[in-house]
Antibody, heavy 119, light 112 residues
Framework: QVQLVQSGVEVKKPGASVKVSCQASGYTFTNNGIAWVRQAPGQGLEWMGWISALNGNRNYAQKVQGRLSMTTDSSTTTAYMELTSLTSDDTAVYYC????????????WGQGTLVTVSS | QSALTQPPSVSGAPGQRVTISCTGDRSNIGTGYDVHWYQQLPGKAPKLLINGNTNRPSGVPDRFSGSTSGTSASLAISGLQAEDEADYYCHSFGGGERGAGLFGGGTRLTVL
């Protein structure tokens, strides 16, 4: 079965960077894209962007453009999301999700990774 | 403020039918981008409920249905059950560039 397993809790200081991993299994990794979505405490879902695991094409939300980097490693079927210059506004649960096109919905999700930014 | 607008909350008694709206504009839903719906139980990751406006993934009860019209979409839940109490989000793309994902602000469903 399709599974996305994310890395563990992160606590970072303002100005630092964080890198979250998402290991996929149960399907052909390069057949789908991976999206990253975050959810601040008590808030709704926020789209961050997505990346094709086939060719690396990516699209980032304007709000985080310049601070966000998404990559994939097909040898380990793992996707990565790195966010730099962290502020307290980046405190959130970060989710990866498999994108299934042509409708391009997120049909399987990771368990989420809590990133806390605090001095 | 989200580019897709949902009511913050809806409620209904067990067995009733409720609908949740998702209002966009001509730059997103109105352009023809598909709308998807997710259910999020407290403390859990979202779960795909409706894919491509109207399609239910395997395992999703037929009590859940989706529709679109113009610049809006709707999720209908019939035969409400206590386990349906959750947050619901619509999702589409837009802003003039394929790949710019959008979520609605979310709707909290309370089963009375």
């Amino acid at each position: 079965q399709v599974q996305l397993v994310q890395s563990g809790v992160e606590v970072k200081k303002p100005g630092a960077s964080v890198k979250v991993s998402c290991q996929a299994s149960g399907y052909t990794f390069t057949n789908n894209g991976i999206a990253w979505v975050r959810q601040a405490p008590g808030q709704g879902l926020e789209w961050m962007g997505w990346i094709s695991a086939l060719n690396g094409n990516r699209n980032y939300a304007q709000k985080v453009q310049g601070r966000l980097s998404m990559t994939t490693d097909s040898s380990t079927t793992t996707a990565y999301m790195e966010l730099t210059s962290l502020t307290s506004d980046d405190t959130a649960v970060y989710y990866c999700a498999r994108m299934v096109c042509p409708h391009c919905a997120a049909d399987h999700w990771g368990q989420g990774t809590l990133v806390t930014v605090s001095s | 403020q989200s580019a897709l607008t949902q009511p913050p909350s809806v409620s209904g008694a067990p067995g009733q039918r409720v609908t949740i709206s998702c209002t966009g504009d001509r730059s997103n839903i109105g352009t023809g981008y598909d709308v998807h719906w997710y259910q999020q139980l407290p403390g859990k990751a979202p779960k795909l409920l409706i894919n491509g406006n109207t399609n239910r993934p395997s395992g999703v009860p037929d009590r859940f249905s989706g529709s679109t019209s113009g610049t809006s979409a709707s999720l209908a839940i019939s035969g409400l059950q206590a386990e349906d109490e959750a947050d619901y989000y619509c999702h589409s793309f837009g802003g003039g560039e394929r790949g710019a994902g959008l979520f609605g602000g979310g709707t909290r469903l309370t089963v009375l």
